[in-house]
């Protein structure tokens, strides 16, 4: 079972991936650095407030959608 860090990092994954942005593209949209990027899609960083809005900017979605968890989007399973 994943974690919630790892449902998250999973969610901007699969935002990132649907708009076809490479981490890199994504950083620069969000004013962060690429490596950190791909350690929130991994689940290695506990991210900030800040941050998550950052991302959720960039990615056109609103906050609240990366942590949705009866959203399909980034789930495994579906």
Do not use: P, W
Not at 15 to 31: G, M, P, T, V
Not at 59 to 75: H, I, Y
């Amino acid at each position: 079972m994943k974690t919630k860090v790892e449902n998250f990092g999973l969610k901007v994954k699969f935002y990132r991936n649907s708009l076809r942005l490479s981490q890199e593209e994504l950083a620069i949209k969000a004013d962060l650095h690429r490596t950190y990027v791909g350690a929130v899609e991994r689940g290695e960083r506990n991210i900030c407030l800040v941050n998550i809005f950052k991302l959720a900017d960039a990615l056109g979605v609103r906050a609240k959608d990366l942590f949705d968890e009866d959203s399909d989007a980034g789930n495994e399973n579906s």
